[in-house]
């Protein structure tokens, strides 16, 4: 994974300091829906 954003934002909800994130378009956050998680399942 060379997205270096999305690594400090990881490492971040790792360390507590987030607790939400809030996207428009799960694709602009991961390609794989299945890595996102689903609450529908």
Do not use: C, E
């Not at 934002?9 to 890595?35: C, E």
């Amino acid at each position: 994974m060379d997205r270096p954003g999305l690594k400090a934002l990881l490492a971040d909800i790792g360390k507590g300091q987030i607790d939400v994130v809030v996207v428009y378009k799960v694709d602009r956050l991961t390609r794989s829906l299945g890595w996102a998680g689903s609450p529908w399942g």
